[in-house]
């Protein structure tokens, strides 16, 4: 489990301001992943990537933007963001010649007032 | 498109009851299944995949392909089964996972 973190952990910000949200894997997966959490919606895919800079979209990436310089890392930003934004956000990753299986990152739970 | 079906948003039993977690699928291929399970405020865990044909925690899931279904069972609940369930799909030809809605099984003393 300890192999991918995320931070932070909880965040409050204001409407209008950017927010990163760090993911970071030790296993050196190829594939990693961004999805949102919502009542009502279960896990939605924003972005993922395949390898390193290699990204991208999923189901619901508008607002959203991330890298992925690093095969380790794969940072989310939220370039202005919205009250719709608040969610819980989970990054995984995955290696297809391990099985297919992703794992998950604690969750950041973001709050935009 | 592929889709995942779970139509339970919340499932309450007694423990030493028994417990179908139901999930369909749409997807015209062959998909590889999942169910992931969520304790409270912890992070998404591989319950079993339909690949395996493995027991884990006493759960079983059958994929049926006639009936596009992946439903999870446990003949007897624990009190520590309490959690969200999440069915998930993928494809040969993606890695993306695709979830449904989720169902939170309450299992009470």
């Known amino acids: 489990d300890a192999g991918i973190t995320q931070s932070p952990r909880y965040k409050i910000t204001e409407t209008g301001r950017q927010v990163t949200l760090m993911c970071h894997q030790t296993w050196s997966h190829s594939y990693m992943f961004w999805y949102r959490q919502d009542l009502g919606h279960g896990l939605r895919l924003i972005y993922y990537s395949a390898a390193a800079d290699i990204t991208d979209k999923g189901e619901v990436p508008d607002g959203y933007v991330v890298s992925r310089s690093k095969t380790e890392n794969f940072p989310l930003t939220l370039e202005s963001a919205t009250r719709s934004q608040t969610s819980v956000y989970f990054c995984a990753s995955h290696e297809r010649a391990q099985g297919g299986t992703q794992y998950f990152g604690p969750g950041t739970r973001l709050l935009v007032l | ?109």
């Open chain 2, 1 to 109: 498109a592929q889709r995942v079906t779970q139509p339970e948003k919340l499932l309450s039993v007694f423990k030493g009851a028994p417990v179908e977690l139901k999930c369909n699928y749409s997807y015209s291929g062959s998909p590889e299944l999942f169910w992931y399970v969520q304790y409270s405020r912890q992070r998404l865990q591989l319950l079993l995949r339909h690949i395996s044909r493995e027991s884990i925690k006493g759960f079983t899931a059958d994929l049926n392909k006639g009936e596009t279904s992946f439903h999870l069972k446990k003949p007897f609940a624990q009190e520590e089964d309490s959690a969200m369930y999440y069915c998930a799909l993928s494809t040969l030809r993606t890695d993306k996972l695709i979830f449904g809605t989720g169902t939170r099984l309450q299992v009470f003393p």
